[in-house]
């Protein structure tokens, strides 16, 4: 796991639960990309902090294992074609 990754671990293990706890439920949002809608615009891969993005076959593809959840991709893609659930 790079620095970032460590970094960000602490935002998705500490801060997001608390959060979320804050509003009554305990459940960490990751990141999940709509095939149907992502039209291979990297904006989310040039946006992502971890590098967890890479394009494959013309479609956004996250690394689970390199994503801290920090959502950042959720709003950089201009298609909405990246949900948290
Ligand atoms: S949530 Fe999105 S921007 Fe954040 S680390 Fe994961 S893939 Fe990258
Ligand atoms: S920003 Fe959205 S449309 Fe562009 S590659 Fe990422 S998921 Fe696909």
Do not use: H, W
């Amino acid at each position: 796991m790079n620095q970032c990754a460590k970094s960000l671990s602490i935002f998705r293990y500490f801060c997001i639960p608390v959060f979320n706890i804050y509003k009554g439920d305990f459940v960490i949002m990751a990141p999940k990309v709509d095939k149907d809608t992502c039209v291979g615009c990297e904006s989310c891969v040039n946006a992502c902090p971890c590098g967890a993005i890479s394009i494959v076959d013309g479609v956004a593809q996250i690394d689970e294992e390199q994503c801290a959840d920090c959502l950042t991709c959720v709003d950089a893609c201009p298609c909405s074609a990246i949900k948290s659930e």
